[in-house]
């Protein structure tokens, strides 16, 4: 069946560095693919999409590329802040599975001043 | 515009009890869906309903169940809670069915089973 599976965490990056969070899928067709984040104490926001192969979906510095050869879509930023901070899950909408949504287990990101 | 709403946030029950949580979609949104968020499983769907019809349903036992209203305002039951049960349960509404539209969560209700 569908699955995402992404990197575990936590990872814990100082101000300014670099972030790749990797997600991977398995998925029968084209799904479409997202990225949500989730900040303490509060639901599921969108941060980006894609819904075709080589799409690259990017909001607020954060970008990600659908990459069907490798089945991948991960997620990076060229410098986090500490308004970064929270968990960031990779999820994917099946297309044969009655376009369910599938969730990895979600990461989180501590940015340290 | 409002956002998705969930009550209430926080909720503690025994085991055996049941629960019910509401969740009030965006105005003019048609679609809610369920999730169960745990720690270690993650996000998992529940069900999704659209115009007070279940579209599809996660695999979950016939303990959780749930309807929607003609004003597309949701509703989750599970009944003879269990421990396993405590968990932070989302939900998430859209214009369409997921298959079409991008979902918006609400903040969640924090269910603590003892």
């Known amino acids: 069946g569908d699955s995402v599976t992404q990197m575990e965490g936590p990872v814990t990056l100082s101000e300014e560095a670099f972030l790749t969070i990797n997600c991977t899928y398995t998925?029968?067709?084209?799904?479409?693919l997202f990225w949500y984040v989730q900040y303490p104490g509060e639901g599921l926001q969108l941060l980006l999409k894609?819904?075709?192969?080589?799409d690259k979906g990017s909001n607020k510095g954060f970008e990600a590329t659908y990459r069907k050869e490798t089945t991948s879509f991960h997620l990076e930023k060229g410098s986090v802040q500490v308004s970064d901070s929270a968990v960031y899950f990779c999820?994917?909408?099946?297309?044969?599975?009655?376009?369910?949504?599938?969730f990895g287990t979600g990461t989180s990101l501590t940015v340290i001043p | 515009k409002a956002g998705v709403t969930q009550t209430p946030r926080y909720l503690i029950k025994t085991r055996g009890q049941q629960v019910t949580l509401s969740c009030s979609p965006i105005?003019?949104?048609?679609?809610v869906s369920w999730y169960q968020q745990t720690p270690g499983q993650g996000l998992q769907f529940l069900f999704e309903?659209?115009?007070?019809?279940?579209?599809n349903k996660g695999n979950f036992p016939g303990r959780f169940s749930g309807r929607q209203f003609s004003n597309s305002r949701s509703e989750m039951n599970v009944s003879t809670l269990e421990l396993g049960d405590s968990a932070l349960y989302l939900c998430?509404?859209?214009?369409?069915?997921?298959?079409?539209?991008?979902?918006?969560f609400g903040p969640g209700t924090r269910l603590l089973v003892l």
């Open positions: 309903y659209f115009s007070e019809t279940q579209r």
């Open positions: 894609a819904t075709k192969a080589d």
């Open positions: 105005s003019g949104h048609r679609s």
């Open positions: 999820a994917l909408r099946g297309i044969y599975t009655g376009n369910q949504f599938y």
């Open positions: 998430a509404s859209s214009l369409v069915p997921a298959g079409g539209e991008t979902q918006y």
């Open positions: 998925a029968t067709g084209y799904p479409s």
